[in-house]
């Protein structure tokens, strides 16, 4: 997420970017990478990415639930 304010995607490309040797972007990067290192951004993450898993859970045991419905309907007929 941080990556898209350098306009970057991967971290070779944030090492491109620190590259170019301006200072203020060094420590812009060097900012990012303390934000990102810390105990509490990497348990945010978890919770993030805990949150979509259980979001991806909750519309797709409906949708399986209805297709065994659905199956159960057909074979009945």
Known sequence: MFLRVF???????LETLEKLEVEEMKQMLNT???IVNSPGYAYLERRRLMGAMDANQAFNNPRREGEKRGEERERSK
């Open 7 to 13: 306009k970057a995607d991967t971290e070779e490309e």
């Open 32 to 34: 990012y990478r303390n």
